[in-house]
């Protein structure tokens, strides 16, 4: 089985993000379009109350299972790696089947009285099988990152996706004609089968690379599994404190909208509506680079532990201080477009140009969005994931009391809503950072802050020029790609000469690295 380097095992990732996400846009277009707002609002409605389960069933096993594998591959002990993956597929697989049949169970009560929307049921009932499925794949997923093998994770990300897209149209089509809550429940479906596909790519790898047989001797492993279980648990609960608690923010964020537009006065057609456009429309649009900083994040975790038990300071102040910077470069751009373009990228999207105000509005503080990933990866590696679960409870409170207060008042409505997710996301950020200085007495670097501030700004001078003075006779959407083409262009090239790429970092790069780096500095 091949193995990677900590860039190297990054950038695989990141191109296998950059594919999802670019295929996974074209599924959310493609439900929309078929769906409309109302279909979108009750598709997301029902996701974050599968977040939630699947991230109790998962029970942060997918960090302690690479951290524990990674030790014992280091130390070339086979049977503790076959003890990490017994009792680890055997811990996911009744958490899976308990938490599944609860939540068909209560899938009524969830809809109808917290959701207030009874049509939620059927896509809460569609999506109930991907719990299993997610939770076996998760523990794969461990095991590869552990031996620092990141292909089968991206190429599994990849098949989810190309699946999930292949069947999304045909599904919502077929269901839509009973309703938009039967077309939703087609996506989900869609949603579970491309999940599936994934999990069976990734047992063909396993079966492939496995130096172990999982089966042969599975109970008396099992039995022998107790010191194996506390150590898994050890790293996992605290680890699993963070996402859970985000998890059930996540949850009851579209009770606290709709309660609160209700009492503002908004009819529940309507709210779910609006809480589509935010959630289903915009918010995804924020989420975009994150697929970079969750590559980042999922390699900072062993390289900044194997650091951290050599004790070499310096070496995790500059992986952090990389990943910051890749991260702050990556969001830059993103920040600078969805902020000038919103209105046109809304419209071609999503039909819904209404929109672009709230993407304007939360864009430029999505920055510190993607700053969280690899601050929260780094506390972990750090033995801080108590810290980080901390942070992450109190953003929670105050982004749901944010909500309340705010999407109450009729002038704000749902974007009230918007101002209070725009709040937990800077909160949670600045805590987590402010809990890595105390124990590494890291500083950023104000030189590559403001290099980076300065390419932005330039950036957006630039699109906004294109956006209202040029390519005005051809249509809106030749129009925005020409712009969009020219403004990436010109952001790449200021990063280039600014020197806020790294050559040694765009040598890595598959295909083009070896061209560009005798552009960059060193």
């Known amino acids: 089985m091949s193995k990677q380097t900590f860039i190297q095992g990054t950038i695989i990732l990141i191109l296998a993000g950059l594919i999802t996400r670019i295929l ?8 929309a379009r078929i769906m409309g707002a109302e279909g979108v609002g009750l598709y997301s409605m029902a996701v974050p109350t599968l977040l939630l389960v699947i991230t109790i069933t998962q029970l942060g096993l997918p960090v302690a299972i690479s951290k524990l594998v990674a030790e014992a591959e280091a130390k ?106 039967y077309a939703a429940a087609g996506a989900m479906v869609s949603v ?59 949850f009851f964020e579209p009770i606290v909208v709709a309660q609160s537009l209700a009492i503002a006065g908004v009819a529940t057609v309507v709210a779910t509506k609006q809480y589509g456009e935010l959630a289903g429309f915009v918010i995804p649009l924020l989420l975009l680079p994150t697929f970079i900083t969750y590559s980042l994040s999922v390699s900072l975790v062993p390289a900044i532990s194997e650091a951290a038990a050599q004790k070499r300071y310096r070496l995790i102040n500059h992986r952090l201080d990389q990943a910051l910077r890749l991260a702050l470069i990556s969001g830059g751009i993103s920040v600078v477009v969805l902020y000038i373009f919103a209105e046109p990228i809304m419209s071609l999207m999503y039909n819904a140009p209404n929109t672009a105000i709230y993407l304007q509005v939360m ?9 969280q990933g690899p601050l929260q990866a780094t ?70 802050v403001g290099k980076s501030l300065l390419a932005m700004i330039a950036t957006g001078s630039v699109g906004m020029l294109l956006y209202e003075h040029a390519f005005l006779s051809m249509g809106l959407l030749v129009k925005t790609l020409l712009s969009l083409s020219i403004v990436g262009l ?33």
């Open 76 to 181: 070339k002990d086979r049977k503790k790696i076959k003890r990490i993956l017994v009792v680890s597929l055997a811990t996911t697989g009744i958490l899976s089947g308990i938490f599944t049949t609860a939540m068909i169970a209560f899938a009524p009560i969830i809809a109808k009285t917290l959701l207030t929307d009874e049509r939620a049921y059927l896509p809460l009932i569609a999506i109930a099988p991907i719990v299993p499925i997610v939770a076996l794949s998760s523990v794969l997923r461990g095991y590869f990152q552990g031996r620092q093998n990141m292909r089968p994770t991206a190429f599994s990300q990849v098949i989810e996706q190309v699946v999930r897209i292949t069947l999304v149209a045909v599904m919502t089509s077929a269901f839509l004609p009973y309703g938009v809550e």
């Open 24 to 31: 996974g846009f074209i599924n959310k277009i493609v439900v």
């Open 192 to 250: 579970v089968i491309g999940e599936l596909a994934s999990l069976f790519y990734m047992l063909f790898m396993f079966k492939t690379n496995k130096r172990i047989r999982i089966r042969r001797g599975f109970m008396d492993y099992l039995r022998q599994g107790k010191t194996t279980f506390n150590e898994l648990m050890s790293i996992a609960l605290p680890t699993t404190g963070s996402r859970l608690i985000g998890s059930i923010a996540f």
């Open 379 to 448: 506390l972990q590696a750090l033995n801080l994931a108590k810290a980080a679960m901390m942070n992450s409870l109190f953003g929670a409170v105050i982004k749901t009391a944010a909500i309340f207060v705010l999407a109450t008042r009729p002038e704000l409505g749902i974007m009230g809503a918007a101002l209070a997710i725009v709040i937990g996301m800077v909160l949670v950020t600045l805590l987590h950072f402010a809990s890595i200085v105390k124990v590494l007495s890291f500083t950023l670097h104000v030189r590559e």
């Open 363 to 371: 864009a430029p503080f999505s920055i510190f969005l993607y700053f």
């Open 490 to 522: 010109f952001y790449g090239f200021l990063l280039i000469v600014l020197g806020l790429i790294k050559k040694e970092e765009i040598i890595r790069v598959p295909f083009i690295g070896k061209w560009l780096a005798p552009f960059t500095k060193a």
